[in-house]
């Protein structure tokens, strides 16, 4: 049905036209957003359809947020044409190329990659406008957090925290929210990471410098500096060792101070606050995953569960105020070993 109205809504265009008999299914996410990539009437180049079911997704927010980061020099597919009552939204194509399988195939090399998503992220955290957009304040970070014991614990794990698990946990919270609500703010993506990031044709970039294209922004807020270089650089999809880590972290931080953000003048304060970060994220995370799964019927998600889990793990592990969270997780470990599950 939905198919059956996106044709017809297409096939109205005068400008851009589309060959509305060409459409064929291209990769979604995680929401209930799903895309479709159609051929231009002349049969030279495609178009991107993003289909948003009303009342399950909106599409207002990708559109601010569109327009946002092409203000700030982004590249954020373009919005071709629009139907916002029935939630269709014809983009510029990208291609096929995410950042994941350039890294995975080795079409780029990782340096390269790496140096111009941070180049990138510094221009949109310098330059994005931030009006209009929700604030990451505490509810929002421990709404977040919630979901950890909510789908990892209780339904994933199959347990319950003991009520000194819950101080320990509740504990943790708070200095996360803590130093989370210290940071200076900027334009948050919240999913700035390897799949959201496209490497982009050549024909689509100026010159032949590398070029990447940022998708899936409409959840931008406005929050703590370090939440998107973590998303990039402690990916649950693709991991590098932790000096590699560090020295992609510390070249973000040189670009930020030279671009004005407001960032700590200590490097090891701004790496404290980027585990900090990393770990209310990676909370969340476990959370979602595991809802993925049993809510949303796409268990792929569960695959990356160790990833996350092993983030957690050296994080809690390298500050005493989070260590306990390593006990909570080995008791559910070895739990879930006794009844032959483990996570």
Same mark, same amino acid.
């Not at 194509?93 to 510094?122: C, M, N, P, W």
């Not at 989370?180 to 919240?190: C, I, K, N």
């Given at each position: 049905?939905?198919?059956?109205?996106?044709?017809?809504?297409? =096939?109205?265009?005068?400008? @851009?036209?589309?060959?509305?008999?060409?459409?064929?299914?291209?990769?979604?996410? &995680? =929401?209930?957003?799903?895309?479709?990539?159609?051929?231009?009437?002349?049969?030279?180049?495609?178009?991107?359809?993003?289909?948003?079911?009303?009342?399950?997704?909106?599409? +207002?927010?990708? #559109?601010?947020?569109?327009?946002?980061? #092409?203000?700030?020099?982004?590249?954020?597919? &373009?919005?071709?044409?629009?139907?916002?009552?029935?939630?269709?939204?014809?983009?510029?194509?990208?291609?096929?190329?995410?950042?994941?399988?350039?890294?995975?195939?080795?079409?780029?090399?990782?340096?390269?990659?790496?140096?111009?998503?941070?180049?990138?992220?510094?221009?949109?955290? &310098?330059?994005?406008?931030?009006?209009?957009?929700?604030? *990451?304040?505490?509810?929002?970070?421990?709404?977040?957090?919630?979901?950890?014991?909510?789908?990892?614990?209780?339904?994933?794990?199959?347990?319950?925290?003991?009520?000194?698990?819950?101080?320990?946990?509740? +504990?943790?919270? =708070?200095?996360?929210?803590?130093?989370?609500?210290?940071?200076?703010? !900027?334009?948050?993506?919240?999913? *700035?990471? =390897?799949?959201?990031?496209?490497?982009?044709?050549?024909?689509?970039?100026?010159?032949?410098?590398?070029?990447?294209?940022?998708?899936?922004?409409?959840? /931008?807020?406005?929050?703590?500096?370090?939440?998107?270089?973590?998303?990039?650089?402690?990916? &649950?999809?693709?991991?590098? @060792?932790?000096?590699?880590?560090?020295?992609?972290?510390?070249?973000?931080?040189?670009?930020?101070?030279?671009?004005?953000?407001?960032?700590?003048?200590?490097?090891?304060?701004?790496?404290?606050?980027?585990? *900090?970060?990393?770990?209310?994220?990676?909370?969340?995370?476990?959370?979602?995953?595991?809802?993925?799964?049993?809510?949303?019927?796409?268990?792929?998600?569960?695959?990356?569960?160790?990833? !996350?889990?092993?983030?957690?793990?050296?994080?809690?592990?390298?500050?005493?105020?989070?260590?306990?969270?390593?006990? #909570?997780?080995?008791?559910?470990?070895?739990? +879930? /070993?006794?009844?032959?599950?483990?996570?």
């Amino acid at each position: 049905m939905r198919k059956n109205v996106c044709l017809e809504w297409l =096939s109205s265009l005068v400008d @851009p036209k589309v060959a509305v008999n060409s459409m064929r299914s291209v990769a979604g996410d &995680a =929401s209930f957003r799903s895309y479709h990539r159609v051929m231009k009437q002349e049969g030279c180049g495609s178009f991107i359809v993003m289909d948003a079911p009303p009342g399950q997704e909106d599409i +207002s927010p990708f #559109i601010l947020t569109t327009e946002k980061l #092409i203000a700030a020099g982004v590249r954020a597919p &373009a919005i071709l044409a629009q139907n916002k009552t029935q939630g269709f939204l014809l983009l510029e194509d990208f291609g096929d190329q995410t950042f994941l399988s350039a890294v995975r195939e080795h079409h780029v090399a990782d340096t390269l990659l790496y140096e111009k998503a941070l180049k990138i992220l510094v221009k949109i955290q &310098a330059n994005a406008d931030v009006s209009g957009l929700k604030p *990451y304040c505490a509810d929002k970070l421990l709404q977040e957090m919630s979901l950890f014991e909510q789908w990892f614990v209780n339904r994933h794990c199959a347990a319950n925290l003991t009520a000194q698990e819950q101080a320990w946990l509740q +504990s943790i919270q =708070s200095y996360l929210v803590d130093s989370a609500l210290a940071e200076g703010s !900027v334009f948050v993506h919240r999913d *700035y990471h =390897s799949r959201n990031l496209m490497v982009l044709p050549q024909q689509q970039t100026q010159g032949t410098e590398l070029d990447l294209g940022v998708l899936d922004h409409q959840d /931008a807020v406005v929050g703590p500096v370090s939440y998107d270089v973590v998303s990039l650089l402690r990916d &649950a999809y693709v991991t590098w @060792p932790e000096e590699r880590t560090l020295d992609w972290a510390i070249r973000y931080w040189e670009q930020a101070r030279q671009a004005g953000i407001q960032i700590p003048s200590d490097p090891s304060e701004f790496y404290r606050q980027f585990d *900090y970060m990393g770990l209310q994220r990676h909370l969340k995370v476990l959370g979602i995953f595991a809802r993925l799964n049993y809510r949303d019927n796409k268990p792929n998600y569960l695959n990356d569960l160790p990833t !996350v889990l092993a983030y957690v793990r050296q994080v809690a592990a390298r500050y005493s105020q989070l260590k306990p969270l390593n006990r #909570i997780l080995d008791r559910l470990h070895n739990n +879930s /070993a006794q009844v032959g599950y483990t996570f």
